[in-house]
């Protein structure tokens, strides 16, 4: 939830200086600069990871516990291998066999899972793409719709919605034995398509009441119809704050696949695999991060591709306030 | 057409009618015997609800704690993180990617991980994953807060010669305040959230989410209904706390108003 | 001859370069100004003739790349640190939060004035400026004009002898303006302070001031000054006299650069 929920202060008075500045510097050096500086903190990262290992205190801190298993408050990490692997064991780890013998390294395996989840994820976005787009259209059409759905919209944007994810699944698997056949990657669409047609929704809203009044009087002073107005004017101007409405929803859409998935225990995906390796920690510990890594770059293949999307519609969001 | 405004009594009714009828709908869909077993009825929901108290209160308590130790600490590392990046710019150039990822994957996943770091039996795991969850939406408010003095007021306090530490107190940080409340507001669902997410991945068993899994695994619909019932009685009032405070800041700082 | 302490601002060659995406901006080029204390001197001229940065640069906000400047015999961050001028800009920039005579009483806050002397100095300035009443109002309470009375207060706060002023009146209405001018030459008139008034409208700057530096973009620099002592109270009968109306087509001739034919004439 980071779209901006908070609008920007007035415009500044730009000094020449400013100004001078910003023409300077052309794209390309920009984008260099900010992935220079972004590969510096991921190396800061396991800088201070790697530090912690060779300095930290072996057990770990703990507030107030007397000894035993499980008391106290743990603040820092137990940091022999078991707990805490190297960095460049959890590399190494990646390329070995995923469960011994010929099998696959693990970086296929995991790509595998990875795949498949986030095709779910894609699935369960496009479905609450158009669906909140048609609900964020019929809100702004008719006020009456508008004002008795958009409090409940909010609502569940509040609440831990995805505390259902258990109960659809069980939902699910009775109707599936039933005889009406619903197959368990459903149960994982449908979560992660709920999760995302809420903020598509708020979002379709907010960008197709944002236009201009100058411009809504041009539109009619043209006598321009309802949907003339939707398609030449409304719908253009709403892509800039569609775009952060969809990429949260691509967000939500992972999460909600990743956690559908360990409710289900659905074969073949990440959720799956994240668990299982977890539970087998203690004699692999390196195994568990290539899952973990995996569900990382889920989330940012997801925001790359409506990043590409934005481009796509780049015609549309000059003028746009840089968010 | 929608060219009128509606009356305040209908911005009232109308969502009032949707929760009836959403509520009638369910309890009729229910008793047409054509809803599988796990949708339990309305009443026997809140009867479970009632009946069984004390559990969901003791287990909100412990979803609940969860989230909002996450939610302080994430607020409190966003903060100091947020003036550092406002301060120097090495700060700000190695942070900012690293947010901006970490607004897009899902952060529950770490669970596991922290919880073989941590110890199974601790709750830190769950608490951390709320604490990144809360971090990210206070730490972009409050950096965009403290970049929000304009010009006009910096030449205005830097020709009064008013001193570095007198610029930071009484101007950047009244301005940066009411966003940073904004990004709390945010950041309190997101704590509550993932807190319970955090409990399908693993830890002890205890809290709200484990308590949803194992009776819905066990087929006892309407309990299982009424612990997320609970869920979301965490989740409003983490949201009305968090706007209040929001608010009350808000008119005491005067017009700015995120 | 004036020794430069007794001048409120003295300028000798300066210059201001800006570095930009082009080349260099010149932005102001070979300025010579006196000001001496208790006059009213405006800075008139088009977009980009610099008027904005030389005001700048005597209050220290940006500082010269070539050439002198003092104020009272000092430079001009000396004279910053020790509060020697007040300031008003365009926009009020009055601090949302603060009621109007906290914002007023501002500058001696920031700088440690003892509670008592602050509120009595706010009273006394609130009332120079016809606000009394209003001293517990928030900003977002005040009209424009209002805003920009309690910025002239405000600059007005620790009893500089040197005012320095952006077009403190551009973004009010016509009739709003004329009655500010009116408060702000009585006000100038009371204090005795100097004032470098920097404006784009030459009835403005005719009414107010005692000379009227014309400038020129391309480069910013000087390239006229017209005395405008009124000889008379400037009072609203001023604006109205034809002496008045023969220094405004003297100044507008001067930014024009050629006399301008008046209609009878063509």
Not at chain 1, 151 to 174: M, Y
Not at chain 2, 62 to 78: E, P, Q, S, Y
Not at chain 2, 182 to 197: C, D, F, K, Q, T
Not at chain 3, 201 to 224: C, H, K, N, Q, Y
Request: aromatic share 6%; proline share 6%; net charge positive.
């Amino acid at each position: 939830m980071t779209d901006q929920v908070v609008a920007p202060g007035t415009a500044a008075v730009v000094s020449e200086e400013r100004v001078a500045r910003g023409i300077r510097s052309s794209r390309g050096t920009v984008l260099a600069v900010r992935v220079a500086w972004g590969l510096a903190g991921v190396a800061a990262v396991i800088a201070v990871w790697e530090l912690y290992k060779f300095f930290g205190p072996a057990d770990g801190v703990t507030v107030g516990g007397d000894g035993s298993a499980g008391s106290g408050v743990i603040l820092l990490p137990r940091t022999h291998d078991r707990a805490m692997p190297h960095v460049w064991e959890m590399i190494a780890r990646m390329f070995a066999p995923t469960s011994g013998g010929d099998t696959p390294p693990l970086v296929v395996s995991v790509a595998a899972a990875a795949g498949t989840t986030l095709g779910l994820a894609a699935l369960g976005w496009l479905i609450g793409v158009v669906v909140g787009s048609l609900l964020g259209v019929a809100m702004q059409r008719w006020r009456l719709v508008e004002a008795g759905l958009l409090p409940w919209i909010v609502v569940s944007q509040i609440v831990p919605l995805i505390a259902f994810a258990p109960v659809v699944n069980a939902i699910g698997t009775q109707v599936d034995r039933s005889g009406f056949p619903w197959p368990p990657w459903l149960s994982v669409a449908l979560i992660a398509s709920y999760l995302a047609f809420f903020p598509v929704a708020i979002g379709m809203l907010r960008g197709l009441s944002a236009p201009d009044a100058l411009h809504l009087d041009l539109m009619r002073a043209t006598s321009a119809g309802w949907w003339q107005t939707l398609v030449r004017l409304r719908l253009p101007a709403a892509v800039p704050h569609l775009l952060p409405a969809l990429r949260l929803a691509a967000a939500s859409a992972v999460v909600g696949a990743v956690v559908a998935e360990v409710s289900i225990g659905l074969r073949g995906g990440i959720g799956r695999m994240l668990i299982q390796l977890a539970g087998q920690a203690s004699s692999d510990p390196a195994a568990p991060w290539a899952p973990t890594f995996g569900t990382v770059v889920m989330g940012l293949v997801a925001a790359g591709g409506v990043a590409l999307i934005g481009v796509a519609l780049h015609r549309f969001r000059r003028g746009e306030d840089t968010a | 057409m929608n060219a009128t405004s509606l009356p305040g009594w209908a911005r009232i009714a109308a969502p009032v009618a949707v929760g009836v009828a959403g509520l009638l709908a369910w309890y009729a869909f229910v008793a047409s015997g054509s809803a599988p077993r796990m949708l339990p009825d309305p009443f026997a929901v809140a009867t479970e609800l009632v009946e069984r108290f004390p559990l969901v209160w003791e287990a909100a308590g412990i979803t609940g704690a969860n989230a909002l130790v996450g939610l302080l600490a994430g607020t409190v590392i966003a903060v100091l993180l947020a003036a550092l990046a406002a301060t120097w710019r090495p700060v700000d150039g190695m942070t900012a990617p690293l947010v901006a990822a970490l607004a897009v994957v899902p952060i529950v996943a770490l669970t596991p991980i922290l919880n073989t770091m941590f110890g199974a039996s601790s709750q830190f795991g769950r608490q951390a994953v709320a604490g990144i969850a809360a971090f990210v939406p206070v730490f972009v408010n409050t950096l965009r807060g403290l970049r929000q003095t304009r010009p006009v007021q910096r030449d205005l306090f830097r020709a009064t010669a008013a001193t570095g530490g007198q610029t930071f107190l009484r101007l950047t940080l009244p301005t940066a305040l009411p966003y940073l409340l904004s990004g709390v507001r945010v950041a309190a669902s997101l704590a509550v959230i993932s807190a319970l997410v955090a409990e399908y991945f693993g830890g002890p068993a205890d809290g709200i989410g484990t308590a949803i899994a194992t009776y819905a695994k066990s087929g006892r619909a309407a309990l299982a209904w009424a612990f997320v019932g609970g869920g979301i009685a965490i989740g409003l009032l983490f949201f009305l706390l968090t706007a209040l405070l929001e608010r009350i800041v808000a008119r005491r700082l005067g017009a700015l108003r995120p | 001859m004036t020794i430069s302490s007794d001048l409120a601002v003295r300028a000798s060659g300066i210059g201001k370069v800006f570095p930009s995406a082009g080349g260099e901006v010149t932005a102001l080029t070979g300025v010579e100004l006196e000001v001496a204390a208790g006059e009213f001197v405006s800075l008139i001229g088009p977009s980009g003739c610099g008027k904005s940065t030389l005001l700048r640069l005597i209050a220290d906000l940006d500082s010269a790349t070539s050439g002198d400047l003092t104020l009272y015999g000092k430079t001009a961050r000396r004279a910053r640190l020790d509060q020697d001028y007040g300031i008003a800009f365009q926009q009020a920039a009055l601090l949302p939060w603060l009621t109007v005579a906290a914002n007023i009483a501002l500058p001696l806050d920031l700088h440690r004035w003892p509670k008592a002397r602050r509120d009595a100095r706010g009273a006394e300035l609130a009332e120079l400026v016809g606000l009394t009443d209003f001293t517990g109002r928030y900003p977002d309470q005040l009209s424009g004009g209002m805003q920009q009375r309690v910025a002239i207060a405000r600059s007005l706060a620790a009893q500089p002898k040197l005012l320095l002023m952006d077009e403190p009146f551009g973004a009010l209405d016509e009739m709003t303006r004329e009655r500010l001018q009116s408060e702000l030459a009585r006000i100038a008139a009371e204090t005795g302070a100097a004032v470098v008034f920097v404006t784009h409208s030459i009835p403005e700057a005719v009414f107010l001031s005692d000379r009227v530096v014309v400038m020129s973009p391309r480069p910013g620099r000087i390239t006229d000054v017209i005395d405008t002592r009124p000889g008379r109270p400037r009072d609203e009968a001023l604006r109205e006299s034809p002496e008045f109306f023969a220094r405004v087509t003297a100044v507008r001739e001067a930014l024009h650069g050629a006399p301008v034919l008046r209609a009878n004439e063509r």
